[in-house]
């Protein structure tokens, strides 16, 4: 496995775009991660419009925050730990990695989406060092689970059901990356007594196929009392 860290700022601009006129996931409103004046300035905007101010915005937001010296900073971690936590997700999803190259895009907005097709995962840049490790490791998860399990999953549960299951898979991590995580990973509020149970059948058995059976059965009942 291959990791490369990128800057792209109309990349990262658009990221802004999306997150502040998108609707909402997992109970998490985007916009709500940035002050109001900018909100003011994206919010309801056009792509174009949008676009206009956060070109200049982000070019001074990039030496403030020393966006290629972070570049540089991830570049080296992620070459340390790449063939460890390529060996890991294996190990514990029983898959190989689904592909050799990845692509880290750094960017200044507090959401952080991936593309599967392309192997690009975003990275935010005022979060700790650490924490991009765990990040990386989170969509990892997905990208797995994408490739080798969805049409399975999806032979039973609805596209909003499997979201919620993916999202919810990724609470082993903690268990399975000890060593390689500085910090732990949180998951989201709504998923909470889903990634519980998950990870109580996860360490009685500590087999992923087993897991993403048994998370196809109850997703149901925890998404049915959750909505």
Known sequence: MNITVKINAHEDALNWWHACNGVARFGVDWKS????????????????????????????????????????????????????????????????????????????????????????????????????????????????????????????LSESQFEDLKEALTVINNDAFKGIFLVAEQGYPSHMDLRADLLRHWRRNKNFSKLIAYGTKITPKYMKKMR
């Not at 956060?54 to 990039?62: D, I, S």
């Not at 403030?64 to 063939?83: A, C, M, P, Y």
């Not at 490791?137 to 990208?143: A, M, S």
């Open 33 to 156: 991660r940035i002050s109001p004046s900018l909100q003011r300035r994206i919010v309801g905007k056009t792509q174009e419009q949008a676009l206009h101010f956060l070109r200049p915005y982000l070019q001074k937001l990039y030496k403030q925050v020393d966006i290629k010296h972070k570049r540089g900073e991830l570049q080296t971690l992620f070459r340390e730990k790449q063939d460890r936590i390529a060996e890991r997700m294996e190990h514990t999803t029983g898959k190989k990695i689904c592909r050799k190259d990845f692509t880290i895009l750094l960017t200044t907005f507090p959401r952080c989406p991936y593309d599967p097709a392309k192997g690009i995962i975003w990275s935010y840049t005022e979060r700790n060092i650490a924490f991009s490790i765990v990040s990386f490791v989170h969509e990892l998860n997905h990208f797995q689970v994408l490739y080798y399990f969805k049409k399975q999953i999806r032979k039973k």
